[in-house]
């Protein structure tokens, strides 16, 4: 089965400063991946997915990027944080009928 | 748009009491709904899924859902609960394709002792 690994796990950063957030994938081959994002008191929202190394489709427009330079591996990027960027975010890889997830990122903005 | 709306966001039972909660969907396609899981401190893990067929699926740790198309609905069950089923839940929706997940705000369930 799937293990879905994600780093860091917490994260403080300022506005204005720079953002990568890894996921590794592990036990699968040519996955689909997926980010998510948890607001504060809000449900999981799906920001992008890939089908591919190379191939992102964006769900919501936003202050975030994502790139799959590898196989098992999707990162998620921002130039410039905002303070709105500050969740919990999940990285998923879509197994037989459901979708498996990591540990998740905790991303505070301040 | 696919939405999908949980109606309770806290819940606080005491042990052994039945739990329901809520989940409604809007989509006009078929669809597959889950309710995912996720405890303190660990991953977001599914607990139920519904494809087709029976409409009223079981899933792990004696939970169990029932699946009416005419209300749109995919409500949670479960009739005694224990303090470890203290945890965050969210239904889900997948439709559209590439089994892109569309989830509720989630509700987080207290259960005393």
């Known amino acids: 089965s799937q293990t879905i690994h994600q780093w860091p796990a917490t994260l403080v950063q300022p506005v204005g400063s720079p953002l990568s957030l890894e996921c590794t994938v592990e036990g699968t081959s040519n996955p689909n991946l997926y980010w998510y994002r948890q607001a504060a008191g809000r449900g999981l929202q799906l920001l992008f997915y890939s089908v591919g190394i190379g191939q992102i489709s964006s769900e919501v427009p936003q202050n975030l990027s994502a790139s799959r330079p590898q196989d098992r591996q999707f990162i998620l990027s921002s130039k410039k944080l905002l303070l709105s960027d500050s969740g919990f975010y999940l990285c998923?890889?879509?197994?037989?009928?459901?979708?498996?997830f990591g540990p998740g990122t905790r991303l505070l903005v301040l | 748009a696919q939405s999908v709306s949980q109606h309770n966001h806290h819940v606080i039972l005491s042990e052994a009491a039945s739990l329901e909660l809520g989940c409604n969907y809007s989509y006009g396609g078929t669809v597959n709904l889950f309710w995912y899981v996720q405890y303190p401190g660990q991953h977001l893990q599914l607990l139920l899924k519904y494809f087709s067929g029976d409409p009223l699926v079981k899933g792990i740790k004696g939970f169990e859902a029932e699946f009416i198309k005419s209300k749109f609905s995919f409500n949670l069950r479960k009739p005694s609960v224990q303090w470890s089923d203290t945890a965050e839940y969210f239904c889900?929706?997948?439709?559209?394709?590439?089994?892109?997940?569309?989830f509720g705000a989630g509700t987080r369930l207290a259960v005393h002792p």
């Open positions: 998923a890889c879509k197994g037989s009928e459901t979708q498996y």
């Open positions: 889900a929706v997948a439709g559209g394709g590439y089994n892109k997940l569309i």
